[in-house]
């Protein structure tokens, strides 16, 4: 697979998306009044200018923030949409799924969502057939497969989905729900599978996911994108940490907005002590600041925590706590947390920040992260813990109990 | 199988091989559209007869005194009609939405798109092929003998078939644009149908223009009239096929059916952005 100074422009300006016939009439008028529409100001490039080689067998991790261009790049491989520049070459044929489970209808069979499955993607009834045993064995549906799909639980139907994809000649595939969805064990086998799939030639698969765990261990190699461009090409770890080190310099400015909010400040502070060191089962107070950019009838705010990887590792929602009252558009509030006993061990974490406004659908994460170190400390009172230890400290009393022999 | 593909900007160039590949889709896709309805109904396929002979059997009540002899018992005619009608009317209707429908595939997976409307007509097919058995039933009931001109009803189903593949090419890719299609649809395919010779024999229509002078031929300008002209020459005796009236129709499919299906071509390779 060749890609050479892809591209892909939006233009705004163009005649709204399921418009109605009176629009373009309402337009017809105002061009006849000397209005010219404005076609270039209001034109976005979802991506631009991605160039990279790609060799059958290769499992390659998309990595950037929302908006980078990940799912457009893979709209473009699909040939869902067409680019507005650049090409791409692909030799052997090109399948593709977006979202595991595309196609699949709730009240088919899971036999016959498999076939049905396959020709969406260009397959014939005898290479379906062929593969069958192998997807109804690892989806671990057995008995439920005459059964209507909409009966399935949700992690049979995902389990079913993505072994359907991965099994099926798919170039591209996105592996957000099955991680969402799927037990550890079935998740272990997915990683497995597509690790096996890693070299073999045959495809070339994309994954995208927000679970960048998952992304070290699956794939071998990474693009970064950044506001639709190709920052970074190279081995996924590489990618990934450096994907983190642009998240943590987007932390460091002083406000970040959406576009419903600004946040002035976040802090987490120890309590006893001097504020900014921070040790495991410290008190400690998370305060944020925030201003808000719209009337908001009752904003909530959830503070995660986010461990390595971003992987949320706890959370609060000011929501179960108290009631805000109605903030104007400008207004500012400050919001504190009293937290008795911080159970993280020693390492670096984030704090993310999300608002949500009662009667909309408002709901929206502050872009980056604010970053905090919770400092090496005599944890358990003895010696310095490694990260054998996880990221948890269990706040115990051990005693033993000995019998004589 | 080696084959490359190219991702480049612009329409893409028609591939019939292409969509010789993802044949099967098709069979699915109207395989599916079968399955559910017979799997969510208690009638199931028994569905496809009741459109045509209910209506048969209300404009049999209705219209039957005020449209006069026309040579066949009237329930017979009006079916025959409807047989066609309908399976053009269901392919138009439902085709038109198809894009709009399948938005949830075209944003996720890559298929030739114009299987979507195909899909309708197929199963519009199938269901006039139920109906044809229950018109076999209708003839014997009323002991009306096909004859040697039966082989036109073939010519006839295939006119339909691309005339009602045309409007859905056209009208699906205008909908995805223009939400009125939907709105607009149901009264013009009403209108439609009072317009056609459905429930009346097309010689009144030309009875008329002959006395005032009009050719003939523009009435074919209705491709449907063409089809349902051959279609009852086929079945029942007494009705011979008007050649200008069919010529016209005939040529009014195909301008149809290829105008379409450069504009649907035109636009599909947009739809994942717009729709």
């Known amino acids: 697979m060749v890609v050479d100074g892809l591209g892909k422009r939006f233009d705004m300006a163009a005649p709204r998306i399921n418009g109605a016939l009176r629009d373009v009439i309402a337009g017809l008028f105002a061009r006849l009044a000397g209005k010219k529409p404005d076609l270039d100001a209001r034109s976005v490039w979802a991506l631009r200018d991605v160039s990279f080689r790609a060799t059958a067998g290769e499992v390659i991790g998309l990595v950037g923030g929302n908006g980078a261009g990940k799912s457009t790049l893979l709209k473009l491989l699909a040939r869902i949409t067409v680019p507005s520049e650049g090409q791409a070459v692909v030799s052997g044929r090109l399948g593709s799924l977006l979202e595991v489970g595309t196609g699949f209808h709730p009240d088919l069979t899971g036999r016959e969502n498999i076939y049905l499955s396959g020709a969406f993607l260009g397959m014939r009834r005898q290479e379906v057939r062929r593969r069958f045993d192998e997807i109804v064995e ?17 992690g049979m139907y995902v389990r079913l989905a993505f072994s359907v994809g991965i099994h099926l000649e798919t170039e591209v595939l996105v592996v957000d729900e099955i991680l969402a969805v799927g037990d550890a064990e079935f998740q272990r086998r997915c990683f497995d599978k597509v690790r096996s799939l890693r070299g073999t030639g045959g495809r070339t698969i994309f994954m995208v996911t927000h679970n960048l765990a998952a992304l070290r261990q699956m794939c071998h190699r990474g693009l ?23 998240l943590a310099r987007g932390a460091s400015e002083d406000a970040v907005s959406t576009t419903s909010f600004d946040v002035l400040s976040a802090t987490v502070t120890a309590r006893s002590g001097p504020d900014d060191v921070i040790k495991t089962f410290d008190p400690v107070c998370m305060k944020v600041r925030v201003r808000a950019r719209v009337p908001i009838s009752e904003p909530g705010i959830k503070l995660t925590v986010l461990g390595a990887d971003r992987i949320p590792l706890c959370a609060i929602d000011s929501r179960d706590f108290l009631k805000i009252g109605p903030v104007d558009s400008g207004g500012t509030f400050e919001l504190s947390a009293d937290i008795e006993s911080l159970p993280l061990l020693p390492g670096g974490y984030q704090l993310r920040l999300a608002l949500n406004g009662g009667e909309s659908a408002l709901d929206e994460d502050a872009p980056g992260s604010f970053a905090f170190d919770v400092v090496e400390s005599a944890v358990y009172g003895g010696r310095f813990i490694d990260s054998s230890f996880g990221v948890f400290g269990l706040r115990s009393k051990v005693a033993v109990h000995q019998e004589t022999s | 199988m080696l084959s490359r593909t190219v991702i480049r900007p612009g329409p893409r160039a028609l591939s019939l091989s292409e969509i010789w590949a993802f044949r099967e889709l098709l069979y699915f896709m109207v395989w599916r559209d079968l399955m559910l309805r017979y799997k969510q109904t208690l009638l199931g396929v028994l569905w496809a007869l009741f459109q045509p002979t209910s209506g048969a059997i209300i404009f049999a009540l209705v219209f039957a005194r005020g449209i006069g002899p026309v040579g066949v018992p009237y329930p017979l005619f009006v ?3 409807l047989l066609l009608w309908t399976m053009f009317a269901r392919a138009v209707g439902e085709g038109s939405l198809s894009l709009n429908n399948g938005a949830h595939l075209i944003a996720k997976v890559y298929f030739p798109r114009i299987y979507l409307p195909m899909a309708v007509l197929v199963t519009s097919l199938v269901d006039f092929g139920v109906g044809a058995l229950f018109l076999v039933v209708a003839m014997w009931f009323f002991h009306v003998a096909p004859t040697v001109a039966v082989l036109l009803a073939l010519p006839a189903v295939v006119l339909t078939a691309l005339c009602a593949l045309g409007f859905e090419m056209w009208l699906s890719a205008l909908g995805v644009r223009y939400r009125d299609v939907r709105y607009v649809l149901p009264f013009f395919l009403q209108a439609a149908m009072f317009l056609t010779p459905v429930l009346y024999p097309a010689r009144t229509q030309l009875g008329w223009m002959a006395s005032h002078g009009v050719p003939q031929w523009l009435l074919g300008l209705n491709p449907m009239v063409g089809a349902l ?29 290829v105008t379409g299906g450069w504009y649907f071509q035109r636009v599909e390779s947009t739809l994942a952005d717009v729709l």
Do not use: C
């Open chain 1, 138 to 154: 690892f989806a671990g549906i057995g008995k439920f497969l005459d059964e209507p799909v909409k009966r399935y639980s949700s």
């Open chain 2, 229 to 257: 002209d051959l279609f009852r020459a086929a079945l029942l005796p007494g009705f011979d096929v008007s050649i200008p009236v069919v010529a016209t129709s005939v040529a009014m499919t195909a301008f149809l059916f």
């Open chain 2, 79 to 81: 079916y025959t009609g």
């Open chain 1, 224 to 246: 970064l994108l950044s506001h639709g461009k190709l920052l970074a090409d190279g081995p996924i770890d590489q990618i990934i940490d450096r994907y983190l080190a642009q």
